[in-house]
Each structure stands twice: as C-alpha cells, then as structure tokens.
C-alpha cells in the first residue's frame, strides 16, 4: 500500500508574531543607520539622518557665548523618517511588554481589545508630548505676552528643543499611517484614525513650514493635556465601566481648549500679524505673511474645531439617549407593580346561571339549627 502524504495547512501568524516581525525589520533598518556613522564613507550621509540639521550660530555684544539656533529646510525630512522608525520600533514595544499583557488580565472583547490598544498608545504619547511640551513653554516668554506671537515674525530661528520637539511630533504622526496596517486595524476604524492623524500631520507640519512654531506650541500643549485626560478615561472605563468621572471633566476642558484655540488664533492671523511691520512672501527668509495665507490657515484651523464641536456634541448626544433608553425600562417596570387582584370564579363552574362547585358539592344553603 502507497503512503498518501496529508495536505498540511500553512501556519497561522499571530496579531504579535507580525507585529515583532515588522518591528524587526525597522529595528535592522535604524541599526543600519547608526552603523553607517562607523565608517567614513557612509557617515556624512547617515548625520543628515540622525542629527538635526541647519544649526546657526549668532554672536552678540551684549552675550560673550555664541547663541546655538535652528533652522528648517528639506534635509528635515531624512530626519524625521529616522525618527519615524524609531517611533515604529516604540510603539511595538509599548504593545507587546505593556498593553498586551493588560489584555490578558482584562479579558475584552475584540472591539474593546482594538480600542483599549489605540488609547493606550496615544495615551503614552500624549503624556511624553505634554510634559515636554509644558517644560519648553516653561521657559518661554510668549506664555505670559502674546503679542510675541505675532511680533518680530518670520520667527525663522528655533532652539534645540523646539525643534526636537517639531520633529519628532510630525514622525510620530507619519509612522501612524503604517501602523493602520501594522496593527490590522478593522476596516469600520479605519477612515475615523485617517481622518484625525492627517489633520495632526497638516496642522502641525503647517506651523513648522509657515515659522508658526510659536502659535502650534502653545495650542498643542492644552490640546495634548485634553486628549490625554479622554484616553486615560477611556482605559479606566474599559477596566470598570462604573469609572465615568473622568469623562465629565474631559467634556469641560475639551470646550474651554476649543475657545483657547479660536481665540489665540483669530488674534494672531486677523490682527497681529495683518498689522505687522514686514509683510510680504519670501521663501528664502521665511516670510508668508500675505493675506492669503492668513486667510487659509484661520480658516483650516476654523473649520477643524467647528468639526471637532461636532464630532463633541453628537458623541454627547449619543450617550445621553443611551442614558435615557437604560432609565426607561426601570421606570416602566416600577409602574406594573400592583396589587395582586382576587381570584374569580371561571365560566366553566357556572352551569344555568348556577356555581357549579367542585368535589360534587351543592350550591343549596345550610338549614339553620333550631335552638
């Protein structure tokens, strides 16, 4: 008799088996980057990847030390896609050391398992953005007077950390838009996190081109802390649905950092910078101080917190109506409580008009004793 060989089926990859592998291979990627420091050939192009380029250095009377600045320019965008890796090879050790073995105790199901992966992951981010972003405004005079935001523009010189800090935040951005695939994000998801992660890559990458920097500074950091307090709301719910607390206060802070926003904003392009002393386009000095563009960016910026509001109030709306549908059956069940009635004779023991009783007993009456 002939051996028949059996079919074997080609083995399942698991969601963190492609995860790793792909983090592998950007791992290998980076690694690759940073060796090619070690040789002489390589390492004038591998510097334009890792460090910050277009660093200008002033010297002042008043100050004996020479003053460090920054600049942009095109050599950015071999930075950024460094540190866009970097933010691949992170974002997959968060997921396996940390929010994978919270699943496992929790136990959700898949839609709450997608969802408590996506805020735990922006949760971390928005906590590390949020305090480095509060320590540069520490230490910034535009915090405590606007008028620097609009004064002396184009603010075409950045120190160290600001620009650090642009950089990263537009990688980190960028390296989302792999992770939808990545991650196997559900198709219903999709279009929502394409939505949100590209106005975060225009709005940002907006203020670092335009020398914005100022103004997106100091509008992140309040948005950042916002978003932060939501996700961790979020978290919290999905280990104890009776923890909703944090929601109510995220609602207040949501509108209060929506009128910061418009606020800061129509002060900016519709007065500071229309009454500045320099206006004109000039790419080489970094000028777009032209009505045009005044006019798009407040109208992009307008337009994003008007959908924002909107996407706010249908989410209120949304649970309100479920708050009120869970209270209407409790009422509905209070209200058919009622006395039980008294139990009457059928029809079936009513015979000519007569009660007809059971066990062949007669309806006559008892004769009355003779004392």
């Not at 058919?336 to 000519?352: D, G, H, I, L, M």
Request: glycine share 4%; charged share 20%; aromatic share 14%.
């Amino acid at each position: 008799m002939g051996l028949r060989k059996k079919n074997k089926s080609p083995p399942v990859l698991s969601h963190e088996f492609v995860i790793q592998n792909h983090a592998d291979a950007v791992s290998c990627l980076a690694l690759g980057l940073l060796l090619g420091l070690m040789f002489e050939v390589t390492a004038r192009y591998a510097i334009m990847f890792i460090t910050i380029q277009y660093n200008v250095t002033y010297t002042t009377d008043d100050r004996p030390e020479p003053i460090h600045f920054y600049e942009g320019g095109p050599k950015d965008m071999a930075t950024i896609f460094f540190y866009m890796l970097i933010a691949i090879i992170l974002h997959a050790v968060i997921q396996e050391y940390i929010l994978d073995k919270i699943n496992r105790r929790l136990h959700l199901s898949k839609t709450k398992h997608s969802k408590f992966n996506e805020s735990g992951q922006l949760a971390f981010f928005y906590l590390f953005s949020f305090v480095w972003g509060a320590s540069i405004l520490s230490a910034e005079e535009f915090t405590t007077n606007p008028t620097l935001l609009w004064k002396d523009y184009p603010h075409s010189r950045m120190f160290f950390q600001v620009k650090f800090f642009y950089i990263c935040q537009i990688a980190y951005w960028l390296h989302a838009l792999p992770e939808l695939y990545f991650q196997k994000i559900r198709k219903e998801d999709i279009p929502r996190q394409l939505y949100y992660i590209c106005l975060y890559i225009v709005h940002i990458s907006g203020a670092y081109i335009l020398n914005l920097h100022r103004l997106g500074l100091i509008l992140l950091v309040p948005h950042y802390l916002v978003e932060l307090i939501f996700h961790a709301s979020r978290l919290f719910y999905f280990s104890d649905e009776n923890k909703q607390k944090g929601f109510t206060l995220w609602a207040l802070l949501f509108v209060m950092a929506r009128l910061l926003t418009l606020t800061l904003s129509v002060l900016t392009f519709g007065f500071g910078l229309a009454r500045a002393e320099n206006p004109g386009f000039s790419i080489a000095e970094g000028n777009f101080n032209i009505l045009t563009i005044r006019i798009g960016c407040l109208a992009a910026i307008c337009l994003t917190q008007a959908w924002m509001m909107w996407k706010f109030i249908n989410f209120q709306l949304k649970k309100w109506r479920e708050h009120v549908q869970n209270q209407i059956p409790k009422k509905k069940a209070i209200n058919t409580k009622s006395k039980p009635a008294k139990k009457e004779p059928s029809r079936s023991n009513f015979v000519n008009g007569a009660v007809k009783f059971e066990e062949g007993t007669s309806p006559r009456k008892r004769k009355s004793k003779v004392l």
